[in-house]
């Protein structure tokens, strides 16, 4: 993700709903794995700047005539480091189920937000990866995508069984509630682990759902094949060009339109 990429974003949103087609968008999905290839960059603002964006978006604050819409990130292979941000700013999470052919482990996950970043998290950084965590019912968990080493425990509270750190727990006895803490770390959430498989997402209720692919997903919301298409000129003036088209158009012809068009 870089500034040139959340300038496209933007774009493509707006070309989506202030477009001759006007069209009535209620979704919109964020494939932060377009190419099918992990994701993870070191550069905070532009992830912040996203993620912000996309916060904007499901309040219905980007333009008084836009509307509120859901925003869907969508995870199909490794993503780590600030990438993780815009993730998790997203309404809902859902990741592929997709395992390697070789090693037979799911290609998706997420999490590892200091992985190969120096030094630590500055305040401004913090603050934002806070605000994202407030939104999932285990702030804590996001905090161990942050910090490999926080120790974590199951505990049942008067909200429902969470996943709480040590200072979430002197936290909430300190306000007269009454928890019940599990002795040993939860399956999955040893000491340094930070990024999180599709299975073990949902369990943590990061992720809402796992999908085989793109076209399941889309199945899923009800969305048209062309939805997930990259818009490549987002952005760029538009020229018409005319392409000659002669004798019947059979299978091969139609493949070598698509790679002229593209």
């Known amino acids: 993700i870089t500034d ?7 774009q493509k949103v707006q070309d989506a709903i202030e477009g001759v087609k006007k069209r009535h968008i209620t979704t919109i999905v964020f494939d932060f794995n377009p190419s099918g290839q992990p994701s993870g960059t070191s550069d905070f603002g532009s992830c912040h700047s996203l993620a912000n964006y996309i916060h904007q978006l499901q309040m219905g604050q980007v333009k008084p005539t836009w509307p509120a819409v859901t925003t869907v990130a969508f995870v199909q292979h490794e993503t780590t480091r600030h990438t993780v941000l815009p993730v998790l700013a997203c309404g809902q999470i859902v ?22 970043l120096a030094g630590i998290l500055g305040k401004t950084e913090r603050t934002a990866y806070d605000s994202v965590a407030a939104n999932f019912p285990s702030p804590d968990v996001v905090q161990r995508m942050i910090d490999p080493e926080l120790p974590l425990r199951s505990a049942k509270t008067k909200h429902g069984e ?3 750190s040590p200072a979430t727990i002197k936290d909430l006895e300190s306000k007269g509630d009454k928890i019940s803490v599990e002795a040993a770390a939860p399956q999955g959430l040893q000491p340094g682990q930070s990024v999180f498989d599709p299975d073990l997402a949902v369990q943590l209720k990061l992720a809402r759902t796992t999908y085989a692919g793109r076209l399941e997903l889309l199945d899923a919301l009800q969305l048209p094949r062309q939805a997930l298409m990259e818009d490549w000129l987002a ?4 020229v018409a060009w005319v392409v000659e088209a ?4 059979d299978k091969s012809k139609l493949d070598s339109l ?3 068009i593209h």
Do not use: H, Y
């Open 246 to 249: 002669r004798g019947p158009l």
């Open 162 to 164: 969470r996943i709480v």
């Open 4 to 10: 040139l990429a959340v300038q496209q974003i933007k």
């Open 95 to 116: 990741m592929s189920s997709e395992v390697d052919k070789d090693t037979r482990v799911p290609k998706a996950r997420l999490g590892g937000v200091t992985r190969d």
């Open 258 to 260: 698509r790679r002229r």
């Open 235 to 238: 952005g760029q003036t538009k």
